[in-house]
């Protein structure tokens, strides 16, 4: 960490957003994460693609388990609300928040530990719920905060700075949510913000469950020689296959993609999401061929990346359950407490 | 782009705004850092070293290096940089044992100083150490130049000069005051002198041939008159004074003009503000003292009645400026008389030499200025150098003293059959400032405190006599904050580029946006794609080398950089580093002649 803090100054140059704000606005505390973690990285992220979209701090929700990743929403938009929950439990508790608030917007940042591990019931059952949220995994493949023991995302040969490589199955979270119908997944590196930014923003903007799961290296215990989560390797084995662009619900489409190679595809709030195959063979719209290509590159030792699939057909959890779009607490005494006689209106109507 | 070489010293020196824009370079972050330890004393010599006069500069210095500030980009005040060199000469310890002192015995050199400005003392300064025998020829009765008959004594105490200019002559230099040279030729005859400096200012005020112009004696030249009045040739003004010229000479006019009888003291500009050659400061400080300045007015003739100075009759302009700022020679609309009792003319001065004959091999320039090398400040004829304002016309005291120094060098060259073009190089020096995980040996931290005001003397008491400095200093309190403005320039950003493993850490954390990891290209392209706008073109962009990973590069806009640190303390490899540059610049000092070679009289 360090001890002096940010400046409160800023490039007088810095453009704003409709808001009149500039990215300095929704930055949050200083870091006390390692000097080099690719989870800071992942915070920048977040303020430019929250700055971008215009999002009122106070209409943001940010929600948290426990680990190095889960302290990052205390870096990143100070004026939200936020929630750091127990370990695990960020996924159940951003269920009950939501139930409370559809209006808000929710960005969760958890880790593989907190996802993968101890809260992977959470996990996998909010996507099934199709929680309109955005989900990032910051995975850096250890427990950094426990001094680097192996997560459930470390690969099959991946060497620890001391011991033995690992050498058990790891649990990808890519192909998980995949399996379990997600509608919004995406794979990214912290240090490819080009990338990552329009991901976020993508996923803010999803109406549903958005997964974004970002090799983001622990540079303190798994970025050595041998580490598969390594900044270095990361590099190496990078492999995209579908470039994207968020596109604001009032702008044009400005560039011009070849006919064949371009996708728009329109968003529940209007904005557009402009995809650009770069593999030819991927396609971001078949759930069974997407799992095909990962597993294939996978095993092949490519870090596949992009925004690798896209479902805006399926209801969320709202809409599948008929709720009503005012908050709880907007809602009048009346109509949070219906009454006995409610009750047993209801009680009668199952007899 | 190609990598930026930082072995220059030249670039990292331009990052230090203020003493790239010093004529003299004079160490400013150095100095401030001093100061914020109470090392009084090592703050004086730190600038003494350089600008030679710290507590006149502290004073009355033009400050080129103030409008250069970087702080003054950040937020709309620069550090007072000039206060604080003030702070250093009031408060040192005594120096005295520090100071340098000619050896015991003279390496057999002559050199004659003309005049006893700032420039001859500066040459002064640096020769007597070494061992030479110098003679200033001085016409008035006391030294100082130009400081002491120009900028009067409640801006310029004479003690304070006294003091300075009494650590020169210290040394052993043969003053020779009331001994005006009337001839060059003649000096150069005698063949007494091994290398003559000229260092006589630039003594003659313009006139304004209007009518009326010598029918009254009330209508003065404003730089003789100044002189008269410190001399107390002069002791009284009427009670309604104009003063002709909005520059520096102006302000000192009509403030003490009030200091000696008038009551109403208007100065004349002939374009409107913004236009003006007065520093904004003394500007302010004229107009806190209640001068009226009046703008769009052109002379045109003095009002003379029965042999008596009774007005002055001015056009009134009006003038267009267009988008770029330019002004055109303006229109005339009116016509107008502002009576008035006195008129002084403080509208430029020119050189003069009437006592340089030119047939002597100095050649001279079409407005009188004599031929001199920038660099060497030699003229025309071998032996003869100029400095000050003597050389290339009216500037400021600080340049005069940059002028000395290089003469200094130059003649010691010249005494020593070395080539005086030969120039010694500037030197750098690079030490890290790191001390621990997150501590740094400088204090930076960001202080958001705006700049300091200068106390002054209350109004109702600084008229009574023209002794009474107006300024005060700054107090202790004012010194704490001021010196935590400076943000520590030469304090560099040093950046490795095999080390960076591009995590983004320093690019997430810098509060102003300055650096870039990109792909690489021209200057006008990477400008166009840097974190935050890049339009400063004064201020360079630093590009590494290709970075390992990806074979980007990192780019570094100079123009905002704060020197926070927090880009080194977030690098997880140190590829990042605060190291201070250290500027060497050469003195007379610093040349090691062994073989003392004879040489003829400045031939």
């Excluded at chain 2, 090592?42 to 003494?48: G, L, P, T, V």
């Excluded at chain 2, 267009?322 to 020119?350: H, K, S, Y």
Aim: glycine share 8%.
């Amino acid at each position: 960490m360090s001890y002096t803090g940010k400046p409160k100054i800023a490039h007088p140059g810095l453009p704003r957003n409709q808001l009149g704000l500039t990215a300095r606005d929704y930055e949050g505390a200083v870091s006390t994460l390692c000097a080099g973690c690719g989870h800071d990285s992942v915070t920048a992220a977040i303020v430019q693609a929250v700055f971008e979209l215009n999002i009122e701090p106070h209409m943001l929700a940010k929600m948290s388990g426990i680990g190095c990743s889960s302290k990052t929403p205390a870096y990143f938009v100070s004026q939200s609300h936020g929630f750091n929950s127990v370990h695990g439990r960020m996924p159940s508790v951003t269920t009950g928040a939501n139930a409370a608030n559809r209006q808000l917007t929710y960005i969760g940042v958890s880790g593989d530990g907190d996802s993968l591990s101890i809260g992977v019931g959470q996990f996998v059952h909010a996507i099934r719920r199709n929680l309109n949220m955005c989900y990032i995994i910051e995975n850096n493949g250890v427990y950094g905060l426990t001094k680097g023991q192996f997560s459930a995302s470390a690969d099959i040969g991946s060497k620890p700075k001391k011991g033995q490589p690992n050498q058990q199955e790891p649990i990808d979270a890519v192909s998980t949510a995949l399996s379990l119908g997600a509608t919004y997944i995406a794979r990214s590196f912290s240090g490819d913000k080009e990338q990552l930014v329009p991901l976020i923003q993508g996923a803010l903007r999803h109406n549903g469950f958005a997964l974004i799961d970002i090799v983001s290296p622990c540079v303190t215990f798994n970025d050595h020689e041998g580490s598969t989560k390594s900044y270095a390797h990361t590099r190496e084995f990078y492999h995209q296959v579908v470039d994207m662009d968020y596109v604001q619900p009032a702008a044009e489409i400005k560039a011009a993609y070849a006919k064949g190679e371009v996708m728009p595809i329109e968003l529940h709030n209007g904005s557009k999401i402009v995809l650009r195959k770069i593999d030819e063979s991927y396609d971001p719209t078949s759930r069974a061929k997407a799992f095909k290509y990962l597993r294939e590159h996978f095993n092949a030792g490519e870090i596949v990346t992009g925004l690798l699939y896209l479902d805006e057909t399926r209801a969320e959890m709202h809409d599948l359950m008929g709720n009503i779009d005012t908050p709880l607490a907007h809602l009048p005494l009346s109509g949070l407490h219906p009454g006995a006689a409610e009750l047993k209106r209801i009680l009668k109507s199952f007899a | 782009m190609k990598p930026t070489d930082t072995s220059n010293p030249d670039y990292y020196h331009k990052v230090v705004d203020c003493q790239w824009a010093c004529p003299a370079h004079t160490d400013v972050p150095e100095y401030i850092r001093l100061i914020a330890q109470g090392r009084f004393g090592d703050a004086y010599m730190k600038n003494r070293e350089s600008n030679v006069f710290p507590g006149i500069l502290g004073r009355v210095c033009d400050r080129p290096c103030e409008p250069a500030c970087r702080r003054g980009r950040i937020e709309e005040k620069p550090v007072a940089i000039c206060r604080l060199k003030r702070v250093a000469a009031d408060h040192r310890e005594d120096i005295s044992h520090r100071l340098p002192v000619a050896p015991a015995s003279s390496n057999g050199k002559k050199i004659a100083l003309i005049g006893a400005g700032c420039a001859s003392l500066t040459v002064a300064n640096d020769l007597c150490p070494l061992g030479y025998e110098v003679t200033i020829f001085e016409a008035l009765d006391t030294t100082g130049g130009l400081m002491r008959t120009n900028i009067p004594r409640f801006r310029l105490p004479p003690e304070v000069l006294d003091e300075e200019i009494g650590y020169i002559t210290g040394m052993g230099v043969d003053l020779k005051l009331n001994h005006p040279i009337e001839s060059l030729r003649d000096l150069l005859d005698s063949g007494e002198f091994d290398a003559i400096f000229v260092g006589t200012g630039a003594p003659r005020g313009k006139n304004l041939e209007i009518p009326g112009r010598y029918e009254s004696d009330n209508i003065h030249i404003g730089i003789d008159w100044l002189e008269s009045v410190a001399f107390e040739h002069i002791e009284s003004v009427g009670e309604r004074v104009l003063i002709i010229g909005v520059g520096n000479t102006a302000m000192d006019c009509c403030r003490t003009s009030l200091r000696i009888g008038a009551k109403d003291v208007k100065v004349m500009a002939r374009k409107p503000r913004g236009f003006f050659k007065a520093s904004a400061w003394e500007l302010e400080d004229a107009e806190e003292e209640q001068v009226e300045i009046i703008v769009n007015h052109s002379p045109k003739a003095f009002v003379v009645e029965d042999g008596k100075l009774t007005g002055m009759r001015f056009d009134v302009l009006e003038y267009q400026i267009d988008d770029q700022g330019n002004i055109d020679r303006g229109t005339v609309v009116d016509e107008v008389t502002i009576p008035c009792d006195d008129v002084i003319l403080a509208i430029g001065q020119d050189n003069a030499f009437p006592w340089i004959e030119r047939d002597i091999g100095i050649g001279f320039d079409e407005w009188e200025c004599p031929v001199v090398d920038k660099k060497t400040m030699m003229s025309a004829r071998e032996g003869v150098f100029f400095g000050g304002d003597a050389a290339f016309g009216p500037l400021n005291i600080i340049w005069a003293v940059a002028h000395g120094h290089e003469a200094a060098l130059s003649i010691h060259s010249y005494c020593h059959d070395k080539d005086i073009n030969e120039r010694m190089p500037v030197g750098m020096n690079l030490s890290s400032q790191k001390m621990g995980m997150h501590e740094w040996s400088f204090s930076n931290k960001y202080d958001g405190s705006s700049r300091r005001l200068m106390p002054h003397v209350d109004l109702r008491k600084r008229f009574k006599n023209l002794d009474i400095e107006v300024e005060l200093g700054f107090t202790v309190e004012q010194t704490i904050t001021e010196v935590e403005r400076c943000l520590n320039c030469d304090i560099q950003t040093v950046f490795t580029a095999e080390l960076c493993i591009e995590c983004d850490a320093c690019i997430d954390i810098c509060p102003v946006n300055c650096l870039t990891m990109t792909a690489n290209g021209d200057e006008a392209d990477l400008r166009s794609r840097l974190s935050a706008p890049a339009e400063n073109l004064e201020q360079a962009l630093y590009v590494s080398a290709a970075l390992p990973q990806t074979g980007r590069v990192m780019v570094k806009d100079e123009d905002l950089c704060v020197h926070c640190s927090l880009c080194a303390e977030r690098c997880p490899t140190g590829a990042w580093d605060m190291q201070k540059s250290t500027i060497l610049l050469p003195y007379a000092s610093d040349e090691n002649f062994t073989a003392v070679t004879k040489k003829s009289s400045a031939a």
